[in-house]
């Protein structure tokens, strides 16, 4: 059962909209690269636990602090008799363990993850005491990639492979005695700690002047739209999207991006840039949102 589901991250969702509207330094793409990448692989994992039958909670990306050290779970899973903690890592390519290092062939070295899972389960220990919980935890490396190898790999290190995840969830799978409430007390216990905004994102500065303007497509990305009547088409992929949709689309992504702005016809209209019609944009506006002031006073909130 999911306790707590997986969402992109407010990080990742402003990453999305920085590389589509603005020029991103090398060392940022490799970043937002990087997360997206990190991503992908925790959703993939999901897609394994979401097909288990055995009697435990899943509760996915917790942020949590204890001690005034913040740290990340990427998923646990609730059972009768301890705690399953996994680290997810997307690695592709070929890798080797070596005097406990990690290295990308040839010779890259990169983050040993044992260190941060070791770092993780020490830290969640000291949270189920501090909230009152004794369980067993047992902690995983979960490498999910299907084209990563490890060479040199330990045989006494908690990592699981590729060609070993199907075996792990059907041994999950024979977990079979129903969880009594203190598990799910402790499941609403932890999402009660989680923390919403993390203190380790690394957004760049920006600025509205250096945002490519217009409406973007849905599909692919590009910004070649035409409006024809009530709808926004596409010239590079063909699609068609209703335009009230289009501008709803860029009323949450200027929102996301400009939290302090207050969202007003004009300032839409610049953003979509293509929509001449200021009548088409505060009707959308005025159907979707709170109204607050009068005349050219006028903004609008969310409900």
Not at 21 to 29: P, V
Not at 190 to 204: E, M, N, V
Not at 250 to 259: A, S, T, Y
Request: net charge positive; proline share 5%; glycine share 2%.
């Amino acid at each position: 059962m999911i306790m707590k589901s997986r969402s992109m991250p407010k990080e990742l969702l402003l990453y999305n909209l920085l590389d589509k509207r603005m020029d991103l330094s090398n060392e940022h793409k490799q970043y937002y690269w990087n997360l997206k990448k990190g991503y992908e692989g925790e959703l993939l994992f999901d897609s394994f636990t979401e097909k288990l039958d055995c009697h435990c909670l899943i509760l996915n990306d917790l942020l949590l602090k204890v001690k005034n050290t913040t740290f990340q779970i990427d998923s646990i899973l609730l059972t009768l008799r301890k705690i399953y903690l996994y680290e997810i890592k997307n690695f592709d390519g070929d890798y080797y363990f070596e005097s406990d290092h990690f290295f990308k062939r040839p010779k890259v070295e990169v983050s040993n993850p044992l260190h941060q899972l070791s770092r993780t389960e020490s830290l969640l220990r000291q949270l189920l005491l501090k909230i009152g919980f004794q369980l067993p935890i047992e902690s995983y490396v979960m490498f999910i990639n299907p084209h990563f190898t490890l060479y040199q790999a330990p045989l006494d290190q908690r990592m699981i492979f590729p060609t070993q995840i199907n075996r792990h969830m059907e041994n999950l799978n024979t977990l079979s005695t129903p969880l009594p409430d203190m598990h799910h007390k402790l499941a609403r216990e932890l999402i009660a700690h989680h923390i919403t905004d993390s203190p380790y994102t690394q957004i760049p500065p920006y600025y509205y002047d250096e945002f490519n303007k217009g409406i973007s497509c849905d599909q692919c990305g590009s910004f070649s739209i035409e409006v024809v009547k009530m709808t926004c088409i596409c010239k590079t992929c063909g699609y068609k999207e209703l335009l009230k949709r289009s501008i709803m689309r860029m009323v949450r992504e200027f929102m996301l991006l400009f939290p302090e702005q207050k969202v007003t016809t004009n300032i839409i209209q610049d953003w979509c840039r293509i929509i001449s019609s200021k009548k088409r944009i505060r009707w959308v506006l005025a159907n979707n949102f709170k109204t607050v002031g009068t005349g050219k006073w006028t903004y609008y909130e969310p409900n």
